[in-house]
């Protein structure tokens, strides 16, 4: 009888602890600190494809004046409409609710979980649909040929040198315990 009564207050005492898990409203924002942290390299993620992607097309010089300056745009699109937008969808395929502080390692689960998302090749399929579908305009001679040809490489070149979950969240405040304060909004 003492063992059932110590059992089932050990059980009620795991049910009264708060949840630990990372929550929805903690996501969310993640998601768009991501947004906005993917404008952020855009520079770097443009010179690192002229260093690696150019290179293995047949025309260098069109790559480098033309593809490796647009994908950092497609990009922002793609992460706004898939992550951003869609930040709340993105944490609840991740199975995340409710509201308090989340850990250093929690940013990083979250963020191999996006990277996931990212890297996945039905998810980038879809990207390269929904640019084709509202990116080109008309008047851009073979901008779906171009997006469907090259996305996709350049997409996937671009996640693996710079999607690194640990590298991203050791920049944010919940690891580094410092906490930013930016003058004006995103």
């Not at 059980?11 to 929805?24: E, I, K, M, S, V």
């Not at 855009?42 to 097309?57: M, S």
């Not at 890297?119 to 990116?135: H, K, Y």
Request: proline fraction near 6%.
């Amino acid at each position: 009888m003492k063992v059932l009564l110590i059992l089932c207050l050990a059980l009620a005492g795991t049910w009264a602890a708060p949840d630990p898990r990372f929550t929805c409203a903690e996501c969310v924002d993640e998601m768009h600190k991501f947004g906005f942290l993917v404008r952020m390299a855009e520079k770097d993620i443009q010179a690192y494809l002229e260093e690696n992607y150019c290179p293995t097309v047949d025309d260098v010089e069109e790559c480098m004046n033309t593809l490796a300056r647009i994908y950092p745009n497609m990009l922002e699109a793609v992460v706004r409409h898939y992550i951003v937008d869609g930040a709340i969808h993105v944490c609840q395929t991740m199975g995340v609710c409710d509201a308090r502080r989340y850990t250093c390692e929690e940013c990083v689960v979250g963020l191999e979980w996006v990277e996931a998302y990212l890297e996945d090749p039905i998810m980038i399929a879809e990207m390269t649909v929904f640019l084709e579908q509202n990116a080109c305009i008309d008047e851009w001679e073979n901008c779906k040929e171009v997006v469907k040809e090259h996305f996709p490489p350049m997409h996937r070149m671009a996640m693996e040198k710079f999607m690194i979950p640990q590298e991203i969240c050791n920049q944010e405040p919940v690891c580094t315990g410092v906490t930013n304060h930016p003058t004006k909004p995103f």
